[in-house]
């Protein structure tokens, strides 16, 4: 992650702004002014990880209403860590 200053005289609005595709978050607190935060960029391997975690879980979800059922986050996580699509842990709607 990195943090530096913004100055652009073009860009005369107050807010945040998310570049998805570049990973940055732009913050402009005053018009013109502001800091921009720059995220790693994931490499290939590790978004194609969190795909195919985000698909198992999504799998394994009993409630078919909702296309994640809210606690797929910790699984997903605690999965890449350990280098799997598999929930470590049993699921709390699925078993």
Not at 39 to 44: H, N, T, Y
């Amino acid at each position: 992650m990195r943090i530096r200053p913004l100055f652009a005289w073009y860009d005369i609005w107050i807010g945040a702004f998310w570049d998805r595709k570049a990973r940055k978050l732009y913050i402009l607190p005053v018009p013109c002014l502001g800091i921009v935060i720059e995220f790693a960029s994931l490499d290939g391997k590790a978004a194609s990880e969190v795909a195919a975690a985000v698909a198992a879980e999504r799998e394994r979800c009993a409630n078919v209403a909702e296309p994640m059922c809210g606690e797929h986050g910790p699984h997903i996580a605690a999965s890449i860590r350990q280098g799997g699509t598999q929930s470590p842990t049993p699921h709390a709607k699925g078993g």
